[in-house]
């Protein structure tokens, strides 16, 4: 079993998420900190939004920093424990709303669609959005 960080590096589909973890140096977390809970968008979650959005996330430290800890959960919760949750508090210091639905486990309304990556610092569950803390959803609205 490997880190969060050496997890995602290994999968090869989150080279984008990763990108934004360096420029925000937040490798460390990732790597030995925990554990944690990491709600992962994959490369394909990123191509849909236009690149001039992800440069401007990546020019702005502190949007950047809240972005990628709205990702993050203080503890281990897999995707059975996930059944039995309804919110859960992000690094970033909001709430994650967790929903099951017919088409699977919803996390602020963005689709879980791979669960249960055990690392040795936490767990990764791939979502298919990347996920907007709401402050940065008001902005961008």
């Known amino acids: 079993m490997k880190s969060i960080l050496a997890t995602l590096q290994e999968s090869g589909s989150f080279a984008t998420f990763l990108d934004l973890v360096r420029t925000a140096g937040m490798e460390e977390r990732l790597s030995a900190q925990g ?3 990491l709600f992962v968008p994959d490369d394909d979650a990123f191509r849909a939004i236009p ?7 990546r020019r702005t430290a502190d949007r950047l920093a809240e972005t990628l800890n709205y990702h993050i959960v203080p503890g281990v919760h897999s995707m059975i424990d996930l059944l039995g949750i309804r919110t859960l508090r992000s690094l970033q210091g909001e709430d994650l709303t967790v929903e099951v639905a017919s088409e699977g486990v919803l996390v602020n309304n ?4 791979e669960a249960d990556a055990w690392c040795t610092n936490g767990i990764c569950h791939a ?4 996920l907007l803390p709401p402050v940065a959803r008001a902005a961008a609205a």
């Not at 690149?51 to 996330?57: C, F, P, R």
């Not at 979502?127 to 990347?130: A, P, Q």
């Open 127 to 130: 979502v298919s959005t990347l």
């Open 110 to 113: 963005v689709l879980v669609v």
């Open 51 to 57: 690149m001039s959005e992800l440069d401007a996330l």
């Open 35 to 37: 554990p944690y809970t």
